[in-house]
Protein backbone atom coordinates (compact mmCIF):
# COMPACT_ATOMS: atom_id res chain seq x y z
CA UNK A 1 0.00 0.00 0.00
CA UNK A 2 0.83 3.38 -0.07
CA UNK A 3 0.23 6.46 0.97
CA UNK A 4 0.21 10.34 -0.56
CA UNK A 5 0.29 12.91 1.13
CA UNK A 6 -0.45 15.97 -0.64
CA UNK A 7 0.94 20.01 0.81
CA UNK A 8 1.81 23.82 -0.22
CA UNK A 9 -1.94 24.45 -1.77
CA UNK A 10 -3.15 28.31 -0.77
CA UNK A 11 -4.62 31.38 -1.56
CA UNK A 12 -2.27 33.05 -4.37
CA UNK A 13 -2.59 36.42 -7.06
CA UNK A 14 -3.09 35.68 -10.60
CA UNK A 15 0.92 35.66 -11.81
CA UNK A 16 2.03 34.64 -8.61
CA UNK A 17 3.78 30.87 -7.96
CA UNK A 18 2.99 28.04 -5.22
CA UNK A 19 5.03 24.83 -4.59
CA UNK A 20 2.87 21.64 -3.92
CA UNK A 21 4.66 18.91 -2.56
CA UNK A 22 3.35 15.12 -2.37
CA UNK A 23 5.32 12.79 0.73
CA UNK A 24 4.98 9.20 -0.24
CA UNK A 25 5.05 6.25 1.88
CA UNK A 26 4.18 2.99 2.19
CA UNK A 27 5.30 0.26 -0.18
CA UNK A 28 7.29 2.16 -2.58
CA UNK A 29 9.21 0.97 -5.70
CA UNK A 30 11.73 2.26 -7.92
CA UNK A 31 9.30 1.72 -10.81
CA UNK A 32 6.11 4.29 -9.41
CA UNK A 33 5.32 6.80 -11.99
CA UNK A 34 4.08 9.88 -10.06
CA UNK A 35 1.29 12.58 -11.38
CA UNK A 36 -0.25 16.00 -10.21
CA UNK A 37 -4.47 16.05 -11.20
CA UNK A 38 -6.53 18.73 -10.36
CA UNK A 39 -10.04 19.07 -10.22
CA UNK A 40 -11.82 22.36 -10.50
CA UNK A 41 -15.80 23.01 -8.98
CA UNK A 42 -18.26 21.31 -11.05
CA UNK A 43 -15.59 19.69 -13.72
CA UNK A 44 -14.14 16.73 -14.08
CA UNK A 45 -10.58 15.81 -12.52
CA UNK A 46 -8.02 15.98 -15.13
CA UNK A 47 -4.21 15.74 -15.65
CA UNK A 48 -1.72 18.15 -15.08
CA UNK A 49 1.60 16.49 -14.39
CA UNK A 50 3.67 13.58 -14.16
CA UNK A 51 7.36 11.84 -13.84
CA UNK A 52 8.72 8.81 -13.85
CA UNK A 53 10.17 8.05 -10.72
CA UNK A 54 13.70 6.81 -12.12
CA UNK A 55 13.96 7.74 -15.57
CA UNK A 56 12.87 11.46 -15.01
CA UNK A 57 10.66 11.45 -17.91
CA UNK A 58 8.28 14.11 -17.54
CA UNK A 59 4.69 15.12 -19.55
CA UNK A 60 2.23 18.36 -19.44
CA UNK A 61 -1.00 18.92 -19.84
CA UNK A 62 -0.93 21.60 -23.06
CA UNK A 63 -2.40 24.59 -20.71
CA UNK A 64 0.59 24.05 -18.22
CA UNK A 65 3.34 23.62 -20.58
CA UNK A 66 5.89 26.14 -19.63
CA UNK A 67 4.33 27.48 -16.83
CA UNK A 68 4.70 24.25 -14.57
CA UNK A 69 7.22 21.74 -13.57
CA UNK A 70 7.09 18.21 -12.28
CA UNK A 71 10.35 17.29 -10.21
CA UNK A 72 11.23 14.50 -7.68
CA UNK A 73 13.31 13.79 -5.00
CA UNK A 74 13.96 9.75 -4.57
CA UNK A 75 15.83 9.95 -1.50
CA UNK A 76 13.25 11.72 0.27
CA UNK A 77 10.16 10.28 -1.22
CA UNK A 78 9.09 13.36 -2.09
CA UNK A 79 7.46 14.57 -5.72
CA UNK A 80 6.74 18.46 -6.29
CA UNK A 81 4.84 20.53 -8.53
CA UNK A 82 6.09 23.97 -9.17
CA UNK A 83 3.46 26.42 -10.55
CA UNK A 84 4.57 29.50 -11.85
CA UNK A 85 2.36 32.69 -13.83
CA UNK A 86 -0.94 30.97 -12.14
CA UNK A 87 -3.72 31.96 -13.64
CA UNK A 88 -6.80 32.01 -12.17
CA UNK A 89 -8.77 29.01 -14.48
CA UNK A 90 -5.85 27.17 -12.53
CA UNK A 91 -8.25 27.45 -9.40
CA UNK A 92 -8.77 23.43 -8.30
CA UNK A 93 -8.19 21.18 -5.88
CA UNK A 94 -4.51 19.29 -6.83
CA UNK A 95 -3.88 15.67 -6.25
CA UNK A 96 -1.28 13.51 -5.99
CA UNK A 97 -1.57 10.21 -7.57
CA UNK A 98 0.96 6.91 -8.23
CA UNK A 99 0.93 4.12 -10.56
CA UNK A 100 3.50 0.91 -9.89
CA UNK A 101 5.71 1.05 -13.53
CA UNK A 102 5.00 3.09 -16.50
CA UNK A 103 2.35 5.84 -17.04
CA UNK A 104 0.42 8.21 -19.36
CA UNK A 105 -2.14 11.25 -18.15
CA UNK A 106 -4.75 8.43 -18.14
CA UNK A 107 -6.84 8.65 -14.54
CA UNK A 108 -7.06 4.83 -14.41
CA UNK A 109 -3.72 4.38 -14.93
CA UNK A 110 -3.48 5.40 -11.47
CA UNK A 111 -3.57 2.92 -7.99
CA UNK A 112 -3.11 5.28 -4.92
CA UNK A 113 -4.26 8.95 -4.74
CA UNK A 114 -3.92 11.88 -2.01
CA UNK A 115 -6.64 13.71 -0.44
CA UNK A 116 -5.48 16.65 -1.82
CA UNK A 117 -5.08 20.41 -1.50
CA UNK A 118 -6.82 23.22 -2.49
CA UNK A 119 -5.35 26.27 -4.43
CA UNK A 120 -6.97 29.38 -5.33
CA UNK A 121 -6.00 31.86 -7.64
CA UNK A 122 -7.90 34.94 -7.95
CA UNK A 123 -7.61 37.96 -9.86
Known amino acids: QVQLVESGGGLVQAGGSLRLSCAVS????????MGWFRQAPGKEREFVAR????????LYEDSVKGRFTISRDNAKNMVYLQMNSLKVEDTAVYYC????????????????WGQGTQVTVSS
Open 97 to 112: AARSGWATGRIDEYAY
Open 26 to 33: GRTYSSYT
Open 51 to 58: ITWSGGST
